[in-house]
């Protein structure tokens, strides 16, 4: 029994929208929700990421940016790499340490693993039928492999990258002298 084309097109679209969406929600909470920006930065600063503000901004724009991209299912294997290494990112700094379910106390990486592995299969299906992709003519050669290629070495690269060379959990941030404890 082979998948007509048709099936994989609807696919796409059901998880582009379903992941950009979410895209979109994470990136306008960061920027508009609760304690906005500054809120996120503090949050950020508090997981090990310094500067916070720096990487608030950049992960809601990255969110955003990606999340309309996969909504148009524009580039959709850069889009996709977005969201793997935003996702990646939180799994490293804020889930892993909390085991996989994500009910447990401080919440597990089930939910950010999730959103990484259909990241990584829409970098394979491509945009789709109803994609910018295919109305530009890229959708055949951003698919398959190459598209997954693009997506997890993408996303997890660019993770990897940030978290080298911006992640210092359980120190201080610069100009803030370590509290002291009494002998």
């Known amino acids: 029994m082979s998948v007509d084309a048709a099936s994989i097109d609807i696919a796409s ?3 582009r929208v379903s992941v950009g969406g979410t895209l979109v929600a994470h990136g306008w909470n960061h920027a508009f929700g609760g304690g906005r920006i500054e809120g996120t930065a503090g949050w950020f600063e508090s997981m090990g990421l310094r ?13 955003l940016g990606a999340g309309v991209l996969l909504l148009l299912g524009l580039l959709t294997p850069l889009a996709a790499a977005g969201a793997v290494g935003t996702m990646a990112v939180a799994f490293v700094t804020a889930h892993l ?10 919440q597990g990486y089930e939910y950010v693993l999730m959103i990484i592995l259909v990241a990584c299969a829409l970098g394979a299906l491509g945009g789709g039928a109803v994609s910018l992709d295919r109305a530009l003519g890229v959708d055949g050669e951003l698919a398959g492999w190459t598209g997954l290629a693009i997506t997890a070495l993408a996303g997890g690269l660019g993770a990897a990258a940030l978290l080298a060379v911006f992640w210092r959990p359980g120190r201080e941030p610069a100009g803030e002298p370590a509290e002291q404890t009494a002998a």
């Open 97 to 106: 340490r909390n085991g996989f379910f994500i009910f447990r106390p401080g």
């Open 13 to 15: 679209l059901v998880l």
């Open 51 to 63: 500067p916070g503000r720096l990487h608030a901004l950049m992960a809601t724009g990255t969110e």
